[in-house]
């Protein structure tokens, strides 16, 4: 299963930006969807995370009321929307996704998936 992200670029603090990340490739249903950011020099950490039936979210405690993560899943795509951005928001954000799929032979297997990365530049 792959994953596209789409949305990232360059905004001035207090500014906002929408991602997107689309999962494509055979038959598949996908449970937890989440966005990972890694600044330079510092490690990956989960900025937000979703359920299946979007019943269940977390954020990173830094992000709190200015992000919103969602999910369309007859589109099978995540957003982020990122309100009131800071300098310090600045990293790659990455998609990851896990679920099922039907394998080559047609068999259940599991799958967790990374999109390759966008990059968001808050600058001050």
């Known amino acids: 299963v792959q994953l596209v992200e789409s949305g990232g670029g360059l905004v001035q603090a207090g500014g906002s930006l929408r991602l997107s990340c689309a999962a494509s490739g055979g038959t598949f249903s996908v449970n937890t969807m989440g966005w990972y950011r890694q600044a330079p020099g510092k490690q990956s950490e989960l900025v937000a995370d979703?359920?299946?039936?979007?019943?269940?979210?977390y954020y990173l405690d830094s992000v709190k009321g200015r992000f919103t993560i969602s999910r369309d899943n007859a589109k099978n795509t995540m957003y982020l929307q990122m309100n009131s951005l800071k300098p310090e928001d600045t990293a790659v954000y990455y998609c990851?996704?896990?679920?099922?799929?039907?394998?080559?032979?047609?068999?259940?297997?599991?799958?967790?998936?990374w999109g390759q990365g966008t990059q968001v530049t808050v600058s001050s």
């Open positions: 990851n996704a896990d679920g099922v799929r039907v394998g080559p032979r047609g068999e259940i297997e599991a799958f967790a998936s």
């Open positions: 979703i359920t299946k039936g979007g019943g269940s979210t």
